[in-house]
């Protein structure tokens, strides 16, 4: 994590480093959604050209009014087996692409999710804006068969 330049922003997603964001972004989705804890486990984070792997808990937490809900955020480092790391006195090479397949495959498996439940929310959005819309269109035929209104004969007609 680490703050950006320019104007203070709130937003965890965006503060998250670039390679985390995604997996951080799937797990407080699915904690909203469930409004039950996610545990996203391994993320893979390059930090001063190191890699690191981190867990992130998402911990729904209800309000004092009783129906708003906060997320506690819980960041951890991972910890790695000796078999995880990939310990072997030869083959480097093998046992680094091992080590690499996995790692690419939960980085496609996070963005799938991530893009997702982006999708999710863009369709969420698109029926919101269209029932405002509709709403829009309902109020405007009111006011224009109210303009349509004559106070001379008090009857209603085609201007």
Do not use: W
């Not at 009783?66 to 078999?83: K, W």
């Not at 790391?85 to 083959?91: A, F, I, R, T």
């Amino acid at each position: 994590m680490s703050t950006l330049p320019g104007r203070p922003a709130l937003n965890i997603i965006k503060m998250a480093r670039t390679d985390l964001a995604p997996g951080l972004s799937v797990a407080i989705s699915r904690a909203i959604k469930e409004n039950a804890p996610v545990l996203k486990e391994g993320l893979r984070v390059v930090a001063n050209g190191q890699k690191r792997y981190v867990n992130v808990n998402v911990i729904p937490i209800k309000g004092a009014a009783g129906h708003d809900y906060y997320y506690l955020v819980v960041f951890e480092e991972a910890t790695l087996t000796s078999s995880d790391k990939g310990e072997s006195p030869h083959c480097d090479k093998i046992v680094g692409e091992r080590e690499e397949q996995p790692e690419m495959e939960q980085e496609l498996a996070a963005t799938k999710e991530y893009l997702h439940s982006v999708v999710e929310q863009y369709e969420s959005a698109n029926e919101e804006l269209r029932t405002a819309n509709e709403e829009i269109q309902s109020s405007n035929e009111e006011l224009q068969s109210m303009n349509e209104y004559d106070p001379k004969d008090g009857q209603q007609g085609f201007l």
